[in-house]
């Protein structure tokens, strides 16, 4: 079973905010939500995770319901450059290490 | 500059002769990882690494083997490669340390499998 559930896709006008939705109804206490995007074909690249505080960085806001079951990541002000394939994770620790399973991604279409 | 580098980036080849995927990371990351991509299925986890000859099976390991021996390397080794592992292959590394275990993910190998 899919541990994350993203929409196919969502389109955003330029200069507005995007709120793309993830989730994750089956997350335990320790797992933690990650976002990262991928443009075209390339590697994923990182952009934001939390446990169960809201964060912000310089790329995004993250915020995460109080019974941590889904997740929103906010692009405050999309640009054209955003338009991408974006990730909602869970990584659950093992004492081996950290396994990764991504959902199957919204794709962001930004439009001018 | 900090990379993960991966090689071969293209490739195709025949069922059944053996391949190994090399990947390197130049930031003395202890955790790395394989993934692959899949239309619709988004990228899932081949194995992973925590450190030195420390590997595990991910999601999706079946026909897949896995070395760490040393720090920066972590190959992927297809014994016996199928037409269902056609797929984009990523490699992935990260710290370990504190709660930055951000993973910088490699540029991609397209394998085909005829």
């Known amino acids: 079973d899919a541990k994350t559930t993203q929409p196919p896709s969502m389109d955003c006008a330029e200069g507005r905010a995007a709120n793309l939705p993830c989730n994750h109804s089956t997350i335990s206490g320790n797992e933690y939500v990650y976002w990262y995007r991928q443009i075209h074909s390339q590697g994923p690249q990182y952009i934001i995770h939390g446990l169960k505080n809201n964060e912000t960085n310089e790329m995004a806001s993250l915020i995460i319901t109080e019974d941590r079951k889904s997740s929103t990541l906010i692009l405050p002000h999309a640009t054209l450059r955003d338009t991408a394939v974006y990730y909602c994770?869970?990584?659950?620790?093992?004492?081996?290490?950290?396994?990764?399973?991504f959902g199957t991604g919204t794709s962001l279409t930004v439009i001018p | 500059e900090a990379q993960v580098t991966q090689n071969p980036r293209y490739l195709i080849t025949v069922t059944g002769k053996k391949l190994t995927v090399t990947c390197s990371q130049n930031?003395?990351?202890?955790?790395m990882s394989w993934y692959r991509q899949d239309p619709g299925l988004g990228l899932r986890q081949i194995y992973y690494?925590?450190?030195?000859?420390?590997?595990d099976k991910g999601d999706v390991p079946e026909g897949y083997k896995v070395s760490r021996k040393e720090k920066r390397n972590f190959p992927l080794i297809l014994e016996s490669p199928s037409p269902n592992q056609t797929s984009l292959y990523f490699c992935?590394?990260?710290?370990?340390?504190?709660?930055?275990?951000?993973?910088?993910f490699g540029p991609g190998t397209r394998l085909t499998v005829l």
């Open positions: 992935a590394s990260s710290t370990l340390q504190g709660a930055e275990d951000t993973q910088y």
């Open positions: 930031m003395n990351h202890e955790y």
């Open positions: 690494s925590m450190n030195v000859e420390v590997t």
């Open positions: 994770i869970v990584r659950v620790a093992f004492w081996t290490g950290n396994q990764f399973y």
